[in-house]
């Protein structure tokens, strides 16, 4: 009767341990499938369903474990030639044991491959090598193949190496095969007739499966596959460490590694007569972790995303797995971690993986690789990969592509990187409701956009496009419920109908001719710049003051006698309020600003994708009455259809800080126009002026412009209730939105 073993020993992290729980399955599929076993994931443990009991499984390792044959001839240091440790090999050569005669085979034949091709030393040229890799796959033993696999593959370029294991059995000084043999000589005694276990070797087997205390661990390597246990500086209480390592983590890993079979391929979207293929392997991506550097990636050997299912299943199944590992964003292939990260959360993986643990091979300690864990991705459809970030998907390749090279400037390197780290921090978002994480999102593809509309000669040497309109769903999904992001929401969504153009708020930002809809696109145009009024590090209110100059101007060239313009969603009195006291981020306001600008609010009104309104007592809060007499002056639409003409004098005073004059002739201006407004001159100057001034480009819609100026002109608008938002003024002919 099959039960549950758990394996304490065996977890995701670090890699020798993710490798040694596959290498226990694999050996007892293989030597003991009478056991039935089946293997799956449960949190931080692997666990194997089987009939065999702990102590049973312990005595087949210690009795009848037959190790594969592992062995690298065209390596220096393997133990074939004159210089080599060759103490272990001969040990195993010179064996009686049964267990061990597919190793001893083996090693007769690597011997005479070297025989045949006249080699005592360890080839010294690229074809040499080759010619010894063919003649070593065309006589070793049915059961080396999974080794020869696992290390290396031939293609029509010539010898291809996985990252496993290294350049092919070898990392740097570290020779694997040959450390596998010595650990094998370390826990049996090969000398004797049925290679008895040694007197240690039951402890370690029980602590490399079980977790269960131990001793006298030896200061031996293993290389990449457990960093921890390298040793090194400041790898214990003193400065340096030596390393301390069980030998059957090392011979379990070894063995567990073969399941990464490699192959050759002939990929249909690629023109390579060959390329290697390697499960769930892709380029670096220096970000998503806490000491994440561009520098990683130049240096890095690659990234592997180990995968943890957690149903039950049998080694073909798992063979099938990591045979077929690909990860797909779209209808092309992931290329680095970010594209794994983006296939993760959009389910372009292989079904019932629940979960991937990400490694990277970086360069540590020198020339050293380390397979380092950077961080744990549960399989998930996240709706802002599948549905938001899918739509700019092939803006993103060309702006990485280009962003990573060495003419890119610190400002296109420096948003690049921000962009990386947002996206992984979305695809690593367990769930789809997080809007922070979707804002420093958004957040981040404004900077890419700011950074790309101040390095005017290198996008267009590299010939990268303005960011497309987003879809309007962003604003939703990245609403935090704060007042900064709400106003930069109503910022974002306001156009002005002048000239019979559309004038959204991008284009003061940045030159730029946009195309909205279904086939939404945007373009640079060098002969709008004109419009472009924002400047690099300078305050919020000083960028929309000088946004309401341009638009000021814009009405007056289009020969519009009111204020011109409509939004698709109003800013709220207490967000205004808020942002004339200078209780608001403005760094933060001017972020979310590039970020929202990106987003197409041609779209039809929908409420469901409007922020959330101000709750508590902020609904009741309104902007000082400075404020409310401006606004009256420029408001898109008043009660009765009244008509106030633009007056540009009565902003241009109040942003230069003369707020008394300003309110002069702002009460002149309404009482000329028949408004019926309280004659009440307000003398607010200085830095207060200058922030109302810079409000009065917020658009309201009727309610709240009614709750906004009440105070001041009680008799013009009826007791309306702010707390709901009435429909924008109505919008210019549809083809101006085109």
Known sequence: MSSLLPFSGCTP????????????????SEQRPDTHPRAHWQGNTFVLTMTDDASTLVDFFLNHYQPTP?????????????????????????????????????????????????????PDSKE?????????????????????DAAYVLTDEGAKYPPLLGTGGNDGRLEFTNNFMQRLSEVFDLASHDATPAKTSADFLRNALFDTPVTGLADNPIGQFSPAASGGANASTGFDAKSAVNPWDFILAIEGAMLFASAAVKRLEGTAPGQLAYPFCVQAAGAGYGSAATADESDARCEIWMPL?????????????????????????????????LAVASLGVDRGIAEFQRFAFYVRNGLAYFATPLQRLAVSRNTIVTDLIATCDPWLQRFFSKAKTDTAPGSIRRAARRLENAILAQATAAQTDNPGVT????????????????????????????????????????????????????????????????????????????HHGENAWAAWDDSAINDVVASVNVPITDTLCA??????????????????????????????????????????????????????????????????????????????????????????????????????AIFNLAASGEGARASTQALRR???????????????????????AAALLFPLWDSQLAATCFPVAPALFEQTDANHSSPPPPPPPPDALR
Not at 76 to 98: C, E, H
Not at 128 to 145: G, Q, V
Not at 600 to 608: G, L
Not at 670 to 692: M, Y
């Open 70 to 122: 592992v062995l690298a001839p065209w390596n220096g240091g393997s133990g074939f030639f004159p210089k080599d440790n060759s103490k272990a090999l001969d040990a195993i050569l010179s064996s009686t044991t049964p267990r061990f005669a597919a190793y001893r085979d083996t090693i007769a034949a690597a011997r005479t491959a070297l025989a045949s091709l006249n080699l005592t030393e360890k």
């Open 547 to 648: 946004i309401m100059r341009r638009r000021l101007l814009l009405a007056k060239t289009g020969s519009h006698d009111t204020w011109p313009e409509f939004s698709k969603l109003s800013a709220w009195p207490a967000d205004i309020a808020a942002f004339i006291e200078g209780l608001t981020d403005d760094d933060r306001l001017a972020e979310l600003l590039w970020g929202l600008c990106l987003v197409d609010f041609s779209e039809d009104s929908n409420r469901t994708n409007m922020p959330a309104k101000p709750i508590g007592m902020e609904r009741d809060i309104t902007p000082p009455a400075f404020y409310a007499q401006l606004k009256l002056c420029f408001a898109a639409r008043l009660p009765d259809s009244r008509v106030v003409p633009v007056a540009p």
């Open 670 to 692: 309404l009482h000329g126009s028949s408004i019926p407004v309280l004659h009440i001159n307000i003398p607010l100057d200085g830095a207060a002026s200058r922030r109302a």
């Open 309 to 341: 299912w957690p149903a039950p299943a049998r080694l073909p199944e798992i063979k099938t797995l990591f045979s077929e590992g690909r990860a797909w964003v779209g209808r092309r292939l992931a290329r680095n971690g970010l594209d794994f990260a």
């Open 439 to 514: 804002q420093e999102l958004l957040i981040a593809l404004g900077e890419c956009e700011r950074a790309l509309a101040t390095s005017e000669k290198w996008r267009a040497d590299s010939y990268i496009p303005p960011i497309p309109p987003l879809p309007r769903a962003w604003v939703r999904a990245a609403d935090t419920g704060t007042a900064e992001y709400r106003l930069a929401a109503s910022l974002a969504s306001l156009h002005l109908y002048a000239k019979n153009t559309f004038w959204p708020i991008r284009r003061h930002l940045e030159p730029v001719k946009l």
């Open 13 to 28: 992290t670090p890699l020798a341990s993710y490798l040694k729980s596959l290498g226990i399955f694999r050996i007892l």
């Open 128 to 148: 040499a090598k080759e010619t010894l890799l063919l003649r070593c796959r065309n006589t070793f033993s049915e059961t080396a193949l999974e080794w020869l």
